[in-house]
């Protein structure tokens, strides 16, 4: 059974940085479109960035570009989330995904396995 695992979350100030990992095991990483989400109590889990599946295409959603940078290391099966001028509401919990669809999917529902979150607070 594969697995998503992501870190580096924790407690920034406003306008600060973190970079997120994403750790895969137990699947074929490359054949796979990555992706972020977050989600705040509440509400609905919502798509944040997704990257394709060698790593050349990305597509951010509108709140976090020029903000947030999405890569991945195939050899390191890992997907990051570079997080710059954080803003508090960034404060979310963060989950990475995989995705067996070869095009750049934004909705929930079109990923397939799911990491188990790692908290990101941003204080004002």
């Known amino acids: 059974q594969g697995q998503l695992v992501e870190s580096g979350g924790g407690l920034v100030q406003a306008g600060g940085s973190l970079r997120l990992s994403c750790a895969a095991s137990?699947?074929?990483?490359?054949?796979?479109?990555m992706g972020w989400f977050r989600q705040t109590p509440g509400k609905e889990r919502e798509f944040v960035a997704t990257?394709?599946?060698?790593?050349?295409?990305?597509y951010n959603e509108d709140s976090v570009k020029g903000r947030f940078t999405i890569s991945r290391d195939n050899a390191k099966n890992t997907v990051y989330l570079q997080m710059n001028s954080l803003k508090p509401e960034d404060t979310a919990v963060y989950y990475c995904?995989?995705?067996?669809?070869?095009?750049?999917?934004?909705?929930?529902?079109?990923?397939?396995?799911w990491g188990q979150g790692t908290q990101v607070t941003v204080s004002s």
């Open positions: 137990g699947r074929t990483f490359s054949g796979y479109t």
């Open positions: 990257i394709s599946r060698i790593g050349t295409t990305t």
């Open positions: 995904a995989a995705s067996p669809r070869f095009w750049l999917p934004q909705r929930v529902g079109e990923y397939d396995y």
